[in-house]
């Protein structure tokens, strides 16, 4: 059987195989020659494990999987056919970014030994203690001066906030007339928002279906139709390819040169999608706090995620 290197510490204890033959095939490997571009923790479900595939594209599953929670060097990146994201860890093993976080690369991978893991702790410790000594040392003066300066734009500072209050005081007296109709559609639209957030945190736990329209199990578009039709009483349509077409477009992966939608451009019940922005491949409604209720897999159902620039949409619409 072939044997395969893996870029982490310790493999034994963090991955589930499938048959006795796997368990003794694989060797803990420290890849003496290999230089980690990043680090990710394993962010599956509690007490699961991530299947572990030989490609990135139409790779098949190796027979064993990485556990929640432990922490693998990352040695390349890849996006498959349908745009996901993927990070080899070892000469041919492959996991989902989707199902990752990023950590530090200062962040040990895990270990067999409890004891190393102390040891390589403790002596951080010291040395960030030292450091940040000597740190506070160099940094009193300069902190001084900085205060002196500061002081001295207190006052002008002041003087335009005084100014600006007033500016702001005028603005307000003005249109205290026009703001009653604003503040009853302003009531209106946070009402819907809260409780499409309501709703859409209720349904996290149950399965994924393809093709069941709920309540009892779903899939990613059926939940955003659920939502809304019940929480908001909007009626979108069924499919991905039809819901991408409907509202106003807050965000394209293609106008932004490729980068991330920012949380800050973002408002409760816009519809995320991934894949291609005229015929996505799956959607999921935004919650706020960058956070998103979708359903997910077969194997993860529907559930709460946070999003990450390694796993953005690549379109937004606004709906509300």
Same mark, same amino acid.
Request: net charge positive; no cysteine; glycine share 6%.
């Given at each position: 059987?072939?044997?395969?290197?893996? +870029?982490?510490?310790?493999?034994?204890?963090?991955?589930?195989?499938?048959?006795?033959?796997?368990?003794?095939?694989?060797?803990?490997?420290?890849?003496?020659? +290999?230089?980690?571009?990043?680090?990710?923790? @394993?962010? %599956?479900?509690?007490?699961?494990?991530?299947? @572990?595939?030989?490609? %990135?594209?139409?790779?098949? +599953?190796?027979?064993?999987?990485?556990?929640?929670?432990? @922490?693998?060097?990352?040695?390349?990146?890849?996006?498959?056919?349908?745009?996901?994201?993927? %990070?080899?860890?070892?000469?041919?093993?492959? @996991?989902?970014?989707?199902?990752?976080?990023?950590?530090?690369?200062?962040?040990?991978?895990?270990?067999?030994?409890?004891?190393?893991?102390?040891?390589?702790?403790?002596?951080?410790?010291?040395?960030?203690?030292?450091?940040?000594?000597?740190?506070?040392?160099?940094?009193?003066?300069?902190?001084?001066?900085?205060?002196?300066?500061?002081?001295?734009?207190?006052?002008?500072?002041?003087a335009k906030v005084k100014k600006a209050k007033q500016i702001v005081d005028a603005a307000v007296k003005e249109t205290s007339k026009k703001s009653t109709t604003k503040k009853v559609a302003s009531t209106q639209a946070p009402s819907k928002a809260g409780a499409l957030v309501a709703l859409a945190k209720q349904q996290v736990g149950k399965p994924y279906a393809w093709g069941a329209n709920g309540p009892d199990s779903f899939d990613c578009s059926s939940l955003?139709? %659920?939502? +809304?039709?019940?929480?908001?009483?909007?009626?979108?349509?069924?499919?991905?390819?039809?819901?991408?077409?409907?509202?106003?477009?807050?965000?394209?992966?293609?106008?932004a040169n490729g980068q991330p939608v920012s949380a800050n451009n973002l408002q409760v019940g816009d519809l995320l999608f991934w894949g291609s922005e005229s015929s996505p491949y799956h959607v999921a409604i935004y919650i706020g706090n960058n956070q998103y209720v979708n359903a997910a897999t077969p194997e993860q159902g529907t559930i709460l995620q946070t999003m990450t620039s390694y796993f953005a949409p690549t379109i937004v619409k606004r709906v509300l």
């Open positions: 059987m072939t044997k395969h290197k893996l +870029f982490k510490l310790g493999v034994a204890v963090a991955l589930t195989v499938t048959g006795v033959s796997a368990i003794t095939s694989l060797k803990t490997a420290r890849a003496a020659n +290999f230089t980690a571009i990043k680090r990710v923790k @394993i962010n %599956y479900l509690p007490g699961k494990a991530l299947n @572990i595939w030989t490609n %990135y594209n139409k790779g098949k +599953f190796m027979g064993y999987r990485a556990k929640d929670g432990t @922490i693998w060097n990352v040695a390349e990146t890849a996006v498959d056919k349908k745009g996901n994201l993927w %990070y080899k860890v070892g000469t041919r093993e492959w @996991i989902e970014a989707r199902y990752t976080v990023d950590v530090g690369m200062d962040t040990p991978a895990s270990t067999n030994g409890k004891t190393k893991d102390k040891v390589t702790n403790v002596a951080t410790k010291k040395k960030s203690t030292a450091k940040n000594g000597v740190n506070n040392v160099i940094s009193l003066d300069t902190v001084t001066k900085e205060s002196i300066k500061k002081s001295k734009a207190t006052k002008a500072k002041a955003v139709q %659920y939502v +809304f039709k019940n929480a908001a009483g909007m009626n979108l349509p069924r499919t991905t390819y039809d819901q991408v077409k409907v509202g106003q477009t807050v965000y394209q992966k293609s106008q």
